[in-house]
């Protein structure tokens, strides 16, 4: 089982950025990709940015240019970068992890209990 932790989120004025980190713990063999989707109330959960273990990303439209994943493969965490925040990048912010608890176990996907990001003047 593995364990995701988010911090970062609150409330900031549009234009400002914020980091989110996700720190994954547990029964990790590899983590093969992790990410960050949003849920914005009213809306279906969406992706934000994802990054694979070779380090391949991938981002939604909304926010190609204004926020940026990385990782530190080490600590198993990941951070979101958001720039020039918009009123609609309003949502809780949700930690995604795809991992293998061993080398021959299935694929297991896992969530974090999500972070509130509100961009609002």
């Known amino acids: 089982q593995v364990q995701l932790v988010e911090s970062g989120g609150g409330l900031v004025q549009p234009g400002r950025s914020l980091r989110l980190t996700c720190a994954a713990s547990g029964s990790i063999f590899i983590i093969t990709s992790m990410g960050w989707y949003r849920q914005a109330p009213g809306k279906q959960r969406e992706l934000v940015a994802a990054?694979?273990?070779?380090?391949?990303?991938n981002y939604a439209d909304s926010v190609k240019g204004r926020f940026t994943i990385s990782r530190d493969a080490a600590k198993n965490t990941i951070y979101l970068q958001m720039n020039s925040l918009k009123p609609e990048d309003t949502a809780v912010y949700y930690c995604?992890?795809?991992?293998?608890?061993?080398?021959?176990?299935?694929?297991?996907?896992?969530w974090g209990q999500g972070t509130q990001v509100t961009v609002s003047s």
């Open positions: 995604n992890a795809e991992s293998k608890a061993g080398p021959y176990t299935p694929r297991e996907n896992s």
């Open positions: 990054v694979t273990s070779g380090g391949t990303t």
